[in-house]
Each structure stands twice: as C-alpha cells, then as structure tokens.
C-alpha cells in the first residue's frame, strides 16, 4: 500500500485564476521578431520592440564585419505599502542578442539606426556601382 500525500492546492490555483485569465495574457518568452527587406538601393532590418527605448538597444558591427543587434531591459514594479506584503510582485527583465551576416555589397561605414514606435530600424545602404560602359567595337574576322 502507498501513503497518501495531501496537499492543499486551492490557495495557487486561486491566484493563477486571479492573474491569468483573458485579461491578463501570460508572459511570453520568445524572441522579437525581425523583417528583412531589400531594395534596389538598400536594406532595411526591422525588430519589433514595444516599449522600449533607444537606450535599451547596442548595435554593432562584429569584427567580422557582421551586424549585431543586443537589447537589454530591466525594470522592477514596486509599490511600497506598510499596512500589506506582496503576495504577488512582478520583474520585468528582457535580453535579446542576434548576429546577422551582412551581404558584401552593404556600406558599413553608412549604417544607421533609430526606434520609433516600438520598432528599431537599421538601414543599411548598399555600394553604389557604377554601371560598367558599355564598350562596342568591331570584331575582325580572320
């Protein structure tokens, strides 16, 4: 015969109903996400970045000339009340890295980037290539 183990899982089932519910969606741990779009004249990379700001963002060009994007974000909601204690108390903590291998034809010296919206931009203009002349001669025959 096997002992019976009890326990009293009434109190964490009623907090998880208070908390999440269609109310208050659950947190969730994925990355953010990233449009590529080229151009004749450019590339453009889109990260989807609600709430943040540009501070929260480090963008870099790696020593092997790749482009890297890190974004970093704390923030602790307290509300201080001597009369209660928490039952519940929320952090807020989001970190993203991501390493995008950049084409030849991109200009690292031109590269740009700004957040507006929720969304961080980065241009990245290409080299600009002189079209080749057209050269037309005559083609002896022997």
Do not use: C
């Not at 970190?95 to 241009?123: M, R, W, Y």
Request: charged residues 35%; proline residues 6%.
């Amino acid at each position: 015969m096997l002992p019976i183990h009890r326990t009293n899982t009434w109190l964490p089932d009623v907090f998880n109903d208070l908390f999440f519910n269609d109310f208050t969606p659950r947190v969730s741990n994925t990355s953010p996400a990233i449009n590529v779009i080229e151009s004749e004249k450019e590339y453009k990379v889109e990260l989807a970045a609600p709430g943040m700001k540009k501070e929260d963002f480090d963008v870099q060009i790696n020593e092997n000339g790749d482009l890297h994007i890190r974004l970093e974000n704390k923030q602790e909601k307290k509300e201080e009340d001597k009369n209660t204690h928490y039952l519940r108390r929320e952090f807020s903590y989001t970190k993203f890295e991501q390493t995008l291998i950049l084409p030849e034809d991109v200009e690292k010296e031109k590269i740009s980037a700004k957040v507006e919206h929720g969304v961080l931009t980065i241009d990245l203009p290409k080299i600009e290539q002189k079209p080749a002349p057209k050269i037309g001669r005559k083609v002896e025959v022997i």
